[in-house]
Protein backbone atom coordinates (compact mmCIF):
# COMPACT_ATOMS: atom_id res chain seq x y z
CA UNK A 1 0.00 0.00 0.00
CA UNK A 2 1.54 3.28 -0.60
CA UNK A 3 0.03 6.61 0.26
CA UNK A 4 0.16 10.10 -1.33
CA UNK A 5 0.19 13.09 0.09
CA UNK A 6 0.11 16.87 -2.37
CA UNK A 7 1.16 19.90 -0.95
CA UNK A 8 2.43 22.96 -2.39
CA UNK A 9 -0.64 24.36 -4.38
CA UNK A 10 -2.32 27.68 -3.77
CA UNK A 11 -3.20 31.30 -5.42
CA UNK A 12 -1.26 32.61 -8.01
CA UNK A 13 -0.96 35.38 -10.44
CA UNK A 14 -0.32 34.80 -14.11
CA UNK A 15 2.97 34.62 -15.10
CA UNK A 16 3.91 33.25 -11.43
CA UNK A 17 5.03 29.89 -10.21
CA UNK A 18 4.48 27.35 -8.12
CA UNK A 19 6.44 24.12 -6.94
CA UNK A 20 3.59 21.31 -6.19
CA UNK A 21 5.10 18.17 -3.98
CA UNK A 22 4.14 14.96 -3.62
CA UNK A 23 5.10 12.71 -1.15
CA UNK A 24 5.08 9.13 -0.72
CA UNK A 25 4.98 6.68 2.35
CA UNK A 26 7.99 3.87 1.61
CA UNK A 27 10.01 3.75 -1.00
CA UNK A 28 10.17 4.04 -4.67
CA UNK A 29 10.69 0.05 -4.99
CA UNK A 30 8.54 -1.57 -7.36
CA UNK A 31 7.13 2.19 -8.91
CA UNK A 32 7.21 1.46 -12.24
CA UNK A 33 6.18 5.29 -13.22
CA UNK A 34 5.18 8.63 -11.68
CA UNK A 35 2.16 11.17 -13.00
CA UNK A 36 0.87 14.41 -12.24
CA UNK A 37 -2.99 15.51 -13.71
CA UNK A 38 -4.90 18.13 -13.38
CA UNK A 39 -8.97 18.72 -13.68
CA UNK A 40 -10.63 21.66 -14.13
CA UNK A 41 -14.52 21.99 -12.81
CA UNK A 42 -16.35 20.70 -15.54
CA UNK A 43 -13.75 18.88 -17.34
CA UNK A 44 -11.95 15.47 -17.43
CA UNK A 45 -8.86 14.92 -15.71
CA UNK A 46 -5.93 15.59 -17.54
CA UNK A 47 -1.97 14.48 -17.95
CA UNK A 48 0.02 16.91 -17.44
CA UNK A 49 3.68 14.82 -16.34
CA UNK A 50 5.21 11.59 -16.55
CA UNK A 51 8.75 10.44 -15.16
CA UNK A 52 9.18 6.39 -16.09
CA UNK A 53 11.07 4.16 -13.42
CA UNK A 54 14.09 5.11 -15.90
CA UNK A 55 14.05 9.08 -16.13
CA UNK A 56 12.10 9.51 -18.86
CA UNK A 57 10.00 12.42 -18.57
CA UNK A 58 6.66 13.17 -21.30
CA UNK A 59 4.44 16.34 -21.13
CA UNK A 60 1.50 17.55 -23.31
CA UNK A 61 2.02 20.35 -25.76
CA UNK A 62 -0.09 22.48 -23.28
CA UNK A 63 2.43 22.56 -20.64
CA UNK A 64 5.68 21.62 -22.03
CA UNK A 65 8.39 24.22 -21.90
CA UNK A 66 6.90 25.60 -18.50
CA UNK A 67 6.52 22.72 -16.84
CA UNK A 68 8.52 20.20 -14.94
CA UNK A 69 8.33 16.86 -13.26
CA UNK A 70 11.38 15.40 -11.18
CA UNK A 71 11.81 13.53 -7.95
CA UNK A 72 14.01 12.86 -4.97
CA UNK A 73 14.97 9.85 -3.70
CA UNK A 74 15.94 10.10 -0.59
CA UNK A 75 12.76 11.40 0.46
CA UNK A 76 10.29 9.68 -1.18
CA UNK A 77 8.81 12.82 -3.10
CA UNK A 78 8.09 13.98 -6.57
CA UNK A 79 7.86 17.39 -7.68
CA UNK A 80 6.17 19.39 -10.41
CA UNK A 81 7.71 22.63 -11.08
CA UNK A 82 5.16 25.29 -12.69
CA UNK A 83 6.18 28.11 -13.89
CA UNK A 84 5.44 30.96 -16.33
CA UNK A 85 1.70 29.87 -15.11
CA UNK A 86 -1.55 30.70 -17.04
CA UNK A 87 -4.97 30.90 -15.81
CA UNK A 88 -6.04 27.98 -17.76
CA UNK A 89 -3.77 25.68 -15.63
CA UNK A 90 -6.19 26.70 -12.91
CA UNK A 91 -7.14 22.99 -11.75
CA UNK A 92 -7.07 20.85 -9.01
CA UNK A 93 -3.67 18.80 -9.20
CA UNK A 94 -2.93 14.78 -8.13
CA UNK A 95 -0.06 12.85 -8.22
CA UNK A 96 -0.17 9.31 -9.70
CA UNK A 97 2.00 6.61 -8.65
CA UNK A 98 2.22 3.45 -10.60
CA UNK A 99 3.61 0.52 -8.28
CA UNK A 100 3.36 -3.46 -8.53
CA UNK A 101 1.41 -2.98 -11.70
CA UNK A 102 -1.27 -0.67 -9.43
CA UNK A 103 -2.64 2.27 -9.55
CA UNK A 104 -1.83 4.94 -6.15
CA UNK A 105 -3.73 8.68 -6.18
CA UNK A 106 -3.04 11.58 -4.02
CA UNK A 107 -6.31 13.59 -2.55
CA UNK A 108 -5.15 16.81 -4.74
CA UNK A 109 -4.39 20.06 -4.44
CA UNK A 110 -6.25 23.10 -5.85
CA UNK A 111 -4.39 25.56 -8.12
CA UNK A 112 -5.37 28.95 -9.05
CA UNK A 113 -3.82 31.54 -11.76
CA UNK A 114 -5.42 34.83 -11.57
CA UNK A 115 -4.99 37.36 -14.53
Known amino acids: QVQLVESGGGLVQAGGSLRLSCAAS????????MFWYRQAPGKQRELVAV???????NYPDSVKGRFTISRDNAKNTVYLQMNNLKPEDTATYYC?????????WGQGTQVTVSS
Open 96 to 104: KFIKYGSDY
Open 26 to 33: GNFAGINA
Open 51 to 57: LSNVGVT
